[in-house]
């Protein structure tokens, strides 16, 4: 009976062999390889298992070494000993009644972000946070009322793609339509105030021989990061999104307190200079429509002039309310008299339709659920 004795060293070290083992989400092909290498694999050899576990990873979608049935059995034995291939905790998925969807992701350190799905006919967006909560506080967003935990590393930012997709079941990559076709980084946090890692994840999504988006499908959206704007279409090329709101410093400093450091004619300058911007692709301006606040005649005036010489379009939002906001949503009336001047001007001005507003998925309606949850019951203690 000695086999059923359990090896008591061998015990004692799972948990810190479980601590140090490295998670492959989220390194390039180069970085699989240099951890191979420290993890004992031969240099020689290091670089074709890369590429083969880079393709079970971002092509097929593997979470688990045993699937991968193009590396020798052998292989796949070790590979626990070292790495893991972990997704994050989904502990809500919540389904709209139009079809959006809403997925609460907690991560190892407890901390947790929301992704969102807004499906179409024939195609879908997937909206991707890249922080824990916000630096901006922005005052129309509920975001914004969160404070800044941390940056989510590459692989927090890349897994929220692959488990939506899990999820979707959409594996290995398809070549032809796909339920999530483009990428928004427009989730929780700043992608700017985190653009090293948030580059990596884009430049892992995009790559040919993984999931294989292209940038002509990411749109990176900012509330005006001046100095990481250029950097940006130079590096990745992706199609850029400026929270704008507002015409005037005054106002949007309140709306958008980032632009107390780059105001508008900054940001607008850094917007003519985007490496990525053309005609074919025009960088897009968010203005959420506030009653009384920003969506006069005379601040649609002032927004055409503002846009001359850009390549631009105006996504206009209703403004999706959450509890305690201190907005209103503009009329349905000034909303469309806005548009059709920016309209009448040469600039596409589409009204965005909400999407998942009973799940609160909607633009500016993301807060990490656990954070609303403990909210609440401060609110009930207090009362």
């Known amino acids: ?43 020689k050899s290091a670089k074709m298992r890369a590429r083969q576990l880079f393709h079970w990873l971002y092509y097929r979608g593997a979470s688990d070494f045993g699937d991968m049935t193009s590396i020798s059995k052998d292989m796949r034995a070790r590979l626990p000993d070292n790495f893991t291939v972990d997704r994050p905790e989904i502990t809500n998925l919540q389904t709209s009644t139009d079809g959006t969807r809403k997925w609460l992701v907690k991560f190892p350190d407890g901390q947790e972000v929301e992704s969102v799905h807004i499906p179409e006919e024939d195609r879908g ?23 800044l935990v941390r940056n989510l590393t590459p692989g927090e930012i890349v897994s929220q793609m692959m488990i939506a997709r899990d999820t979707l079941g959409e594996w290995p990559s398809p070549k032809g339509n796909r339920m999530i076709s483009n990428i928004v980084m427009m989730g929780m946090g700043e992608p700017l105030l985190n653009y090293e890692n948030v580059a ?27 100095p990481k704007i250029r950097q940006c279409g130079e590096e990745l090329g992706v199609n850029l999104a400026i929270s704008l709101h507002a015409v005037s410093n005054d106002v949007r400093d309140i709306l958008v307190p980032i632009n107390k450091r780059y105001p508008i004619k900054e940001l607008l300058d850094a917007c003519r200079d985007y490496p990525a911007s053309n005609n074919a692709r025009r960088i897009t301006f968010e203005y959420v429509m506030l009653d009384g ?33 201190p907005y209103k949503r503009s009329s349905n009336n000034a909303i469309h008299r806005f548009a059709k001047i920016v309209n009448d001007a040469g600039y596409s001005s589409p009204v965005r339709v909400s999407r998942g507003e009973d799940i609160m998925a909607a633009c500016g309606q993301l807060k990490s659920a656990s954070k609303k949850e403990r909210a609440s019951k401060r609110r009930a203690v207090a009362s």
Do not use: Y
């Open 293 to 325: 606040i920003n969506d006069s005649p005379a601040d649609a005036r002032e927004l055409v002039r503002l846009l001359k010489g850009i390549p631009a379009k105006v996504n206009l939002i209703p403004f999706n309310p959450w509890p305690g906001s």
């Open 1 to 43: 009976m000695e086999h059923l004795i359990p090896d008591v060293e061998a015990v004692n070290r799972q948990p810190e062999l479980l601590a140090i083992r490295k998670n492959l989400v989220g390194l390039t092909r180069k970085e699989i390889a240099a951890a191979l290498v420290e993890g004992g694999e031969a240099e």
């Open 125 to 147: 967006a997937l909206c991707v946070s890249s922080q824990v909560g916000c630096t901006l506080t922005c005052s129309f967003c509920h975001t914004g009322t969160m404070k």
């Open 200 to 226: 990596k994840a884009l430049t892992i999504i995009m790559d040919g021989e993984g999931i294989s988006l292209s940038k002509r499908r990411i749109t990176l959206s900012t509330s005006g990061v001046v």
